[in-house]
């Protein structure tokens, strides 16, 4: 819940581009008697109140896209340099204190965007601040509540857990969609103002309810063969009494565990080849959530509203893509090869999208769906059960306090190609969309090389299994 209302606020700004900048009627070349005779003729539709025929001023001028790239640039550059810093404090602050903090401070600027449409406000600069806060303050969010699924969950099936839990983000998109589309054509300021109210609401809830680690609630588990039937264990599996009889001692040896630093976390196998990994699958992911309403608009000629709803349909694809993921990564044991598969397969799938999203209405929802599965499933993995994974990997030796750093370098990797994805797209896409395509599928391909070294040592090590239970 707390995390869905993270997505739901970045959501506005993809719905509300499309009334930003409005495709006015270009005045077409008329025969008139007089000069005098034209200008009344156009008088009526001349710029009205605060806003102009074109949209709302700065992003009414020809070079909207570049402007509208620039807005979402530097949330994503602000969020990217962020979240190297927010996993190494999150890991020193109490989360449940810290995670309250960033709500209410994404609840103040997200509204603050929607502010400007109240107060008259047509300074680029305004609305690129407004963004850059909202980007710092809103990576307080992931590291924070990957550490406390991974506090409660082991790696059992971890998988399939956190790609059910993942579906938050998903569900998040379709809320900030609807709830921003329901007052776009209208009053957009209410599109930020309304989603920047709800996640400080969810901040009070963090505050009264969030539970951070089992030994928070003196929950502990009777035995350490199942943990996915009991309550984790204290991070000193030696320590299996109570919490109520202990005196402290699991506390104890869990605070002389020191927080990993920011080199340690990448020595850690495998940091480095599924951040890298996720720098080119959410470049992907991000293009879509930014500027797929307005591609939608585009090509279907229809009005930001209905774009809006329909865009949904991807983060409902995702929403699948992200369970499929963790139940065959589950099944395989393999992390790296169940993303490898799912990039394979991206890639001829998006250029398929750019092809037939042409040809149609129907033909839209149905790739919609199909390229949410297969390019939220990868990111929807790294992001939860790899990060969980590798931030309490048995080089660790049980310290659990690595998790908010690790997880938050993966992110934070990835988020550097979230910046450049939506920049790329509103460079690429003046000279045409299918060029955002190409740049889209060379993504792909790049995410799935950096993961080759890895699929072919899981392959390796299945092999050998093989051969020895054979011997």
């Known amino acids: ?37 034209y200008a009344i003729q156009i008088q009526p ?11 709302w001023e700065p992003f009414d001028k020809s070079n909207y896209k570049q402007l509208l790239g620039a807005l979402d640039y530097s949330f994503l550059c602000a969020y990217a340099v962020g979240m190297y810093l927010s996993g190494i404090i999150g890991e020193r602050l109490p989360i449940r204190y810290y995670l309250t903090g960033g709500m209410f401070a994404s609840g103040l600027f997200t509204a603050m965007f929607g502010f400007g449409y109240f107060y008259n406000i047509h300074s680029l600069w305004f609305y690129i601040v407004a963004q850059m806060a909202n980007g710092l303050v809103q990576t307080t969010g992931w ?69 951070e680690h089992p030994r928070d609630a003196n929950c502990t588990s009777s035995s350490s063969s199942d943990p996915e039937k009991h309550c984790l264990l204290p991070d000193n599996e030696k320590c299996n009494k109570s919490l109520n009889h202990n005196n402290g001692g699991c506390e104890e040896t869990e605070n002389r565990k020191s927080a990993i ?28 959530l930014f500027w797929l309403p307005l591609y939608i608009t585009n090509v279907e000629h229809i009005d930001a509203k209905r774009a809006g709803d329909l865009s949904t349909l991807f983060d409902v694809g995702g929403i699948f893509g992200g369970i499929l993921a963790g139940i065959i990564s589950d099944r395989l044991k393999k992390r790296a090869t169940t993303c490898g598969m799912m990039l394979l397969i991206a890639a001829p799938t998006l ?56 997880t938050a370098i993966i992110d934070g990797t990835g988020s550097v190609g979230a910046a450049l994805g939506p920049l790329l797209a509103g460079l690429l896409s003046p000279s045409g969309w299918n060029n ?7 993504a792909d391909a790049c995410a799935l090389l950096f993961l080759l070294r890895l699929i072919r040592n899981e392959l390796r090590c299945s092999l050998d299994r093989t051969l020895f239970k054979e011997h």
């Not at 819940?1 to 070349?29: D, W």
């Not at 539709?45 to 949209?55: D, L, Q, T, Y």
């Not at 949410?372 to 994974?389: E, K, R």
């Open 261 to 288: 630093s920011f080199s340690g976390a990448l020595r850690i196998p495998g940091v480095v080849e599924f951040s890298l990994c996720l720098l080119f699958a959410k470049l992907v992911s991000y293009t879509f």
């Open 1 to 37: 819940m707390l995390y869905a209302s993270f997505h739901l606020s970045r959501k506005p700004i993809s719905i509300v581009k499309g009334e930003l900048h409005k495709h006015c009627n270009t005045p077409q070349v008329i025969e008139h008697n007089t000069y005098k005779e």
């Open 351 to 406: 250029y398929l999208f750019s092809a037939i999203s042409k040809m149609g209405f129907e033909a839209t929802i149905v790739m919609l769906l199909i390229s949410g599965a297969l390019v939220n499933g990868p990111y929807a993995l790294i992001t939860t059960a790899v990060s969980a994974d590798l931030g309490t990997h048995k080089s660790l030796k049980g310290n659990a306090k690595a998790l908010s750093t690790v």
């Open 143 to 211: 590291p924070s509540v990957v550490t406390c699924i991974g506090n409660w969950f082991g790696k059992g099936r971890r998988g399939l857990i956190m790609g059910l839990w993942n579906s938050h983000t998903s569900v998040g998109n379709i809320l900030g969609s609807l709830i921003a589309g329901y007052w776009v054509s209208t009053s957009w300021g209410l599109s930020f103002v309304v989603p920047g109210v709800i996640i400080a609401l969810m901040g009070i809830v963090c505050f009264l309810f969030l539970i």
């Open 436 to 442: 955002v395509f190409y740049m889209l599928m060379i």
């Open 45 to 55: 539709v001349k710029k009205i109140a605060n806003e102009s025929r074109c949209g």
